[in-house]
């Protein structure tokens, strides 16, 4: 089994969502939880290819394209990882987004979600479809983003600060998960 991991944004090129206060950027989180999440795939026997690109549809030549490359790694699973953010510092909690429920995408993303909400404790915000989502529609095989957590909110933001191995252990358990579901 193979998943393309595609840590959201590009650090140094696009932050993503920022918070100020704690000083920290979305994309340079998930790309330290992909690098982690990349490990413990790997030492569960799945073939791993990560990559973090703001290059959604062409627009950015310099950087490879997102989907394309993910179409061209055979890959059995996408799997976005990102962090949300609201202007209500309020607003928390981990979700999951698929192009569509009722599929693969939807199993994946319900395991992954159920091994995160039991592994930090956030607020269950459930699964939700994104069909406007390019990394969701563009992509060939069943394909998830991942909201770990909102990095606009204080309690959340310490977690995607200090419980990033934590983390990468929950999405790695659910997508192993997922597999042996399809088996
Ligand atoms: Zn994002």
Do not use: W
Not at 3 to 8: D, I, R, T, W
Not at 46 to 59: F, H, M, P, Y
Not at 65 to 76: I, P, T, W
Not at 120 to 133: C, F, Q, V
């Amino acid at each position: 089994m193979k998943v393309f991991l595609n840590p959201g944004h590009h650090p140094g090129v696009d932050p993503g969502a920022v918070n100020n206060e704690y000083g920290v950027q979305e994309a340079s989180i998930v790309r330290d939880i992909g690098v982690l999440v990349a490990r413990y795939l790997t030492y569960a026997g799945v073939e791993v290819e990560t990559l973090q690109s703001d290059n959604l549809v062409g627009e950015s030549p310099m950087y490879p394209e997102v989907c394309a490359s993910a179409n061209e790694s055979g890959a059995d699973l996408f799997v976005s990882i990102h962090c949300n953010s609201a202007g209500s510092a309020m607003a928390n909690g981990t979700e999951t987004l698929v192009f569509g429920l009722g599929g693969k995408a939807e199993r994946a993303a319900r395991a992954i979600q159920n091994q995160l909400v039991t592994s930090i404790d956030t607020t269950d915000r459930g699964i939700k479809e994104r069909p406007d989502l390019i990394v969701l529609r563009h992509t060939e095989m069943p394909a998830v983003l991942v909201e770990i957590a909102f990095i606009s909110n204080d309690s959340d933001v310490e977690l995607l600060i200090h419980e990033q191995d934590t983390i990468a252990r929950a999405i790695a358990r659910g997508v192993t998960d997922y597999f042996c579901g399809e088996e």
